[in-house]
């Protein structure tokens, strides 16, 4: 095993196949984040969404998706040199990994790739049990995917985080109020019907523990952006909560339960979960 890889497995208690799964596409997201960095790609980005909360902030959920907004529009921003970049580090630490675009069907304004490598293989490189491995099929292919908005609506606030593995490098990303803009966004403006993602609202939930404010300057220009906001003047505080109220009243609890289960440790951290629980949490959503 690469010794930067090893430190890096070093923080994880890994006990089952899931665990070292969660555990090796950490591992790989942050090595992706160390070649973007030495590509310069965080002059042009910042880093958001659940991946950004659980690496940087500390979110107690593994996430799948590397997610970026660049720092203003560019329609024609170029994605491939920074994948190259992506590529060559985790190949140099020891992943054989490709790094493919996605053909889009229909011209929209985000820029996707997949991080692709074989899930055995991979496993093996950071020395999975042989009792774990011996379980899994050959063919399987492990996928992260890497997504860029080319057109953010404006008025987030970034800052540089550090990360000190594989080796000390800085990240740009949204600050916690426009992170928080943005899973609000997403829990108001997913259009999955009864494909629930669990995960927006597992974060949700964090965001309040945490007491981390709102900024709705910025969630209400992604609303506009989307059509979710329609309402005359500034958003406010009590239209966010009757908007959120309204998706809370009719969420699939169960539906959410299954996305976000493999995705966290303690099960019964969404043990309380109905539409009654998200609702009384409303009254402790704050707002800047």
């Known amino acids: 095993m690469n010794e930067a890889?090893?430190?890096?497995?070093?923080?994880?208690?890994?006990?089952?196949?899931?665990?070292?799964?969660?555990?090796?596409?950490?591992?790989?997201?942050?090595?992706?984040?160390?070649?973007?960095?030495?590509?310069?790609?965080?002059?042009?980005?910042?880093?958001?969404?659940?991946?950004?909360?659980?690496?940087?902030?500390?979110?107690?959920?593994?996430?799948?998706?590397?997610?970026?907004?660049?720092?203003?529009?560019?329609?024609?921003?170029?994605?491939?040199?920074?994948?190259?970049?992506?590529?060559?580090?985790?190949?140099?630490?020891?992943?054989n990994v490709s790094v493919e675009t996605r053909k889009k069907k229909v011209k929209t304004a985000t820029e996707s790739a997949f991080i692709k490598a074989g899930t055995k293989e991979s496993l093996l490189k950071i020395n999975v049990p042989k009792e774990i491995s011996d379980r899994l099929p050959h063919n399987s292919v492990l996928e992260i995917k890497l997504e860029v908005d080319t057109d953010p609506p404006a008025g987030f606030q970034t800052e540089a985080k550090t990360l000190m593995q594989p080796i000390p490098f800085a990240v740009n990303t949204f600050t916690p109020p426009d992170l928080f803009a943005g899973k609000l966004h997403a829990i108001l403006q997913r259009k999955w019907k009864t494909r629930v993602k669990g995960r927006d609202y597992y974060d949700f939930v964090w965001y309040i523990t945490q007491n981390i404010p709102v900024r709705l300057s910025h969630l209400e220009k992604r609303l506009l952006q989307t059509g979710g906001w329609t309402g005359e003047g500034a958003l406010r505080l009590e239209s966010l909560n009757g908007l959120l109220k309204s998706k809370f009243t009719d969420l699939i609890v169960e539906s959410a339960k299954q996305d976000v289960l493999p995705f966290v440790r303690d099960t019964d951290s969404v043990e309380l979960w109905s539409p009654e629980f998200f609702i009384s949490l409303l009254p402790k959503l704050k707002a800047i």
């Open 5 to 95: 890889v090893s430190r890096m497995l070093g923080k994880y208690k890994c006990t089952s196949g899931s665990d070292y799964k969660n555990a090796l596409i950490e591992i790989m997201q942050e090595v992706a984040l160390l070649g973007l960095w030495r590509a310069k790609y965080f002059e042009h980005a910042a880093f958001y969404g659940g991946t950004a909360l659980r690496i940087l902030y500390g979110l107690n959920r593994f996430s799948e998706d590397l997610d970026f907004s660049l720092l203003k529009p560019q329609p024609k921003f170029d994605l491939s040199p920074y994948l190259t970049a992506v590529e060559c580090e985790l190949n140099g630490m020891g992943f």
